[in-house]
């Protein structure tokens, strides 16, 4: 079996990792992929958003089957274009990806089907104004969350705590573009309180399996301050979820998601992830994505004890409802992510990173910005690298995790020290 990977991160180090867990895979690729995979899959050079060049590269090279691992492929098309090769590809198309990559879509999506949502408004540049004065009407609550429609690399959420700053907000993303298109439609949406946690589901377009829960970190800096990232870290299972609550999430979220999108022609294959909030009234869709999660991808897979190679085959196949039930391994996983000192604004680069020998052969590193020079791993990148955990539990999951990171080194760099920690 020739298997490709599409991506760059940890998250794609994760997925070349668990697919080389099977004996089948006899030849792995990762296009591009990064110091970490070199050691592990062939290093591709190409640009994944270069969908017809992956395609015609696959196809050239008898891949069997390609994993794509970023949102902004499988948002532009990449599934499609290894389709009309007829190439196996585990991924949603494009139009199935909008779950992800317009949030207008996804929040009507939900709407229709009656899935617990905020309830939301969307504002365009025909309804500007009257929605500014409608902040200020006297039955307006504070917070709202201001979101983008499309793809913002993460910044495209502003959680507004007064109409000010919600139509401060508004401002910028509809009438001076901020975000270009993806900003000319924005929801104003009902804030929710409770707790966060990422649900996942492998898809084969009609059926799915439950691909475990995870907690992951955004916030930039300790004790959630700072800036928005794609993620400082996480654990997995999400150990505080009740099993009736999560079984509600799949009744009530996951399983209309798959037949709703089945429903309306637009059928979802690939990593479902759902981003919930776990409300007093019950759990909530913050946001859908179409992909798995980084870091959660790094602390669910190596709890994964079925073979990943079968579950990504069955789902391609349309075969998922045939497969036993997914097995998992004891225990718990903890992520944490050597980040540059200056993300999300700025990466780094070419910093020498050094100390492997060092850590322990338990844990894993999954690494992310990072490049071969030579004999030399360096920096390359914002996130360089996520070093896991594993433990019959939370809390020595996380204590290996930090052990093993204090043992890394690279000038410039820092990582939060409170994943996994109590109330988080
Ligand atoms: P998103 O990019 O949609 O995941 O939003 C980023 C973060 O903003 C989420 O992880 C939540 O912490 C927060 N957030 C988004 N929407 C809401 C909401 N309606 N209520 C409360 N928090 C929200
Ligand atoms: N960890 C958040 C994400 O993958 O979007």
Redesign the pocket.
Known sequence: MRVLVIGSGAREHALCWALRQSPAVTYLACLPGNGGTTDIAAHIAGDPLDYAGCAAWAAANAIDLTVVGPDDPLGGGIVDAFQARGLRCLGPTAAAARIESSKVWAKEFMLRHGIPT?PARVVTAATLDVALRDLHAPTATYPV?V?ADGLAAGKG?V?APDAATAATTLREMIADGRFGAAGARVLV????TGR?VSVFALCDGTSYRLLGTACDH?RALDGDQGP?TGGMGAYAPADWLPAATLGEIEQTIIAPTVAGMAAEGVPFTGFLYA?L?ITPAGPRV??FNARFGDPEAQVILPLLDSSFLDLCLAATEGRLAAQPPVRWRAGAACGVVLAAATYPAAGSKDVPITGFADIAADVLVFQGGTRQHGEQLVTNGGRILTVVGLGPDRATARERAYTNIARLHAAGTRYRTDIGGQGV
């Open positions: 905020a969350a979101k959420v959680i949406e009902g804030f929710m966060e955004k928005n981003g909030m913050i946001e």
